[in-house]
C-alpha cells in the first residue's frame, strides 16, 4: 500500500529528526527507523489503531512520545501529522480538510 506524507507532516518528521539529533548522535537516527517500524505496522494493520475521527486513526510510536495521524483508504495511507503527544493534541484536525480541496 502506497504511503504518501502531507508536506506539513513530512516538515514535522524532519524538523523531529533534527531536534532528536541535536539532543543525542544517533538518536534522530532512531527516531527514523521507528518511524519506518510504524508506517510498517500501519501498512499491515491499517485499521488497528485508535480511531480520532470517522476518517482518523492515530498509531503511537514504542519509544517516543509520538504519533503518527493518518487516514487509510484501499488506495494509500496518507500520514497527515507527525505528532507529538504531549502538545497540542488536535492542532492537526484541519489538515485533511485542506488536503482534499
Do not use: N
Not at 537516527?29 to 480520532?52: M, N, Q, S, V
Amino acid at each position: 500500500m502506497k504511503v504518501r506524507f502531507l508536506e506539513v507532516a513530512r516538515q514535522e518528521l524532519d524538523e523531529a529528526i533534527f531536534f532528536h539529533d541535536a539532543q543525542a548522535p544517533g538518536l534522530g537516527k532512531a527516531f527514523l527507523g521507528e518511524i519506518l517500524a510504524t508506517l510498517d505496522l500501519i501498512r499491515r494493520y491499517p485499521t488497528g489503531w485508535h480511531p480520532l475521527s470517522a476518517e482518523t486513526r492515530r498509531c503511537r510510536l514504542r519509544r517516543f512520545p509520538y504519533g503518527l495521524i493518518y487516514h487509510a483508504d484501499d488506495a494509500e495511507i496518507l500520514i497527515i501529522a507527525v505528532a507529538h503527544l504531549h502538545r497540542r493534541p488536535d492542532y492537526w484536525r484541519d489538515r485533511l480538510k485542506d488536503d482534499q480541496e
